[in-house]
């Protein structure tokens, strides 16, 4: 299957394309970690408000896109996702326990707020045989990381510092991640931090193209990004 040709940055590989299409390039067990943030079948249910979405306001046209592509993946998806990495984070994945099946270590995004219009937290499920743990990523955290990466642009964006959060403590050096749902790119951002190689992909263009300048204004407006050895730190609480 031939392939769009990939932008590379630094240690970060993205693909516009299809996941399934370039899941289906890889070998058994080629990524050591997939971290992904899949749609959670929210599709003709976001709706445009004056009042913003969780703080967020999101344009008429933005919802439109988000009902489109917000459709839970096929089956077939987390089958080739187990296929392809030894372990799996899969945000929303409350929303597929059917699919993936027990987890004894999920993880928990505290998002540091009560009661506002969207939920307290999200959840992770993850494979790693570890206990759960909670990231607090409270609205101070949030509000300096989306100044830092250029903005909140993304509908489901995600915080840098949650990324940056998940690698401390469930990769190690050397380690090759995978993520098929870019989205904002948040998580390129991390990698590149860290010096993580990251293989990813985004099939809508609007946000490939908009990810793909975010990430290099970034990239850009650093000094340097490291060698792993040099940027990798990991906590004590590790994978192992």
């Known amino acids: 299957m031939m392939l769009p040709e990939p932008v590379k940055i630094g240690c970060v590989t993205i693909f516009n394309c299809d996941c399934m299409e370039l899941l289906s390039t890889f070998r058994d067990k ?10 959670y079948g929210l599709s003709g249910k976001w ?20 009902n489109k592509w917000d459709v839970l993946p096929p089956d077939t998806y987390f089958t080739e996702l187990e296929r392809v990495a030894n372990n799996r984070i899969v945000w929303g994945g409350n929303y597929v326990f059917d699919k993936l099946g027990a987890c004894r270590g999920p993880i928990i995004w505290n998002k540091g707020q009560r009661g506002f219009t ?15 743990r909670i990231c607090d990523c409270g609205k101070s955290i949030r509000a ?6 250029q903005g909140r642009w993304h509908g489901t964006q995600k915080p840098k510092y949650l ?14 991640i995978l993520d ?27 946000y490939f193209k908009e990810a793909v300048t975010r990430i290099q204004e970034y990239v850009s ?10 940027k990798i730190k990991l906590s004590e609480e590790s994978l192992f």
């Open 144 to 149: 300096a990381d989306k100044k830092n990466v």
């Open 180 to 206: 098929t749902y870019l989205g904002s790119g948040t998580h390129a951002m991390a990698c590149l931090d860290m010096g993580f190689e990251l293989i990813a992909c985004e099939i809508s263009d609007k």
């Open 221 to 230: 407006s650093h000094e340097r990004i490291f060698e792993p050895s040099e």
């Open 30 to 39: 080629e990524f050591d970690l997939a971290i992904v943030d899949i749609p």
């Open 118 to 132: 969207l939920a307290d937290g999200e959840l992770a499920w993850s494979s790693v045989d570890k206990p759960l």
């Open 47 to 66: 709706v445009h408000s004056e009042k913003g979405i969780g703080g967020f306001t999101l344009k008429p046209e933005e919802i439109e896109e988000m």
């Open 163 to 176: 990324y940056s959060w998940l690698l401390e403590r469930y990769a190690k050096p050397g380690y090759k």
